[in-house]
């Protein structure tokens, strides 16, 4: 079962432009870790499913797991060989907006080591560059 939102004032959203960099949800707030997005960019839902299955399958038991993004909003496709006119197509998938410097994944209960390894192989799945980083002692 895919991401999505239960349900949505408008099923079909507009592009949009991905500009500036990400002032919320830009530190890491649950766990000891985080993987930080360095560029902008849409984050599929199944892009994030991918790469919470690959840490989970890398953990076991170990380890706790937070997952900061959601993918709200609504990406839509014509099918191919199809006219111009006739509306806007159909939801193809859903997708969350990443700004540079949102954190995109947490990571709590685990030595350095295992989390660094964990978000290498999350890194794989993504289509956003991103890097890992630790809490910072306030």
């Given at each position: 079962?895919?991401?999505?939102?239960?349900?949505?004032?408008?099923?079909?959203?507009?592009?949009?432009?991905?500009?500036?960099?990400?002032?919320?949800?830009?530190?890491?707030?649950?766990?000891?870790?985080?993987?930080?997005?360095?560029?902008?960019?849409?984050?599929?839902?199944?892009?994030?499913?991918?790469?919470?299955?690959?840490?989970?399958r890398y953990l076991g038991n170990q380890g706790?797991?937070?997952?900061?993004?959601?993918?709200?909003?609504?990406?839509?496709?014509?099918?191919?060989e199809t006219r111009m006119g006739k509306g806007?197509?159909?939801?193809?998938?859903?997708?969350?907006?990443?700004?540079?410097?949102?954190?995109?994944?947490?990571?709590?209960?685990?030595?350095?080591?295992?989390?660094?390894?964990?978000?290498?192989?999350?890194?794989?799945?993504?289509?956003?560059?991103?890097?890992?980083?630790?809490?910072?002692?306030?």
């Amino acid at each position: 079962m895919p991401l999505m939102p239960k349900r949505v004032k408008y099923r079909k959203s507009q592009r949009g432009r991905i500009r500036g960099f990400a002032t919320s949800g830009n530190c890491v707030s649950f766990g000891e870790y985080g993987l930080q997005a360095l560029e902008r960019g849409w984050v599929t839902a199944q892009e994030i499913e991918a790469a919470r299955v690959a840490a989970n399958r890398y953990l076991g038991n170990q380890g706790k797991l937070w997952i900061r993004i959601f993918p709200h909003k609504s990406v839509t496709a014509k099918p191919l060989e199809t006219r111009m006119g006739k509306g806007k197509g159909e939801v193809e998938f859903w997708t969350s907006v990443v700004k540079p410097g949102a954190v995109l994944f947490e990571l709590g209960g685990v030595p350095e080591t295992v989390a660094k390894e964990v978000f290498r192989r999350q890194a794989a799945k993504l289509c956003v560059k991103v890097r890992m980083i630790g809490r910072r002692a306030v």
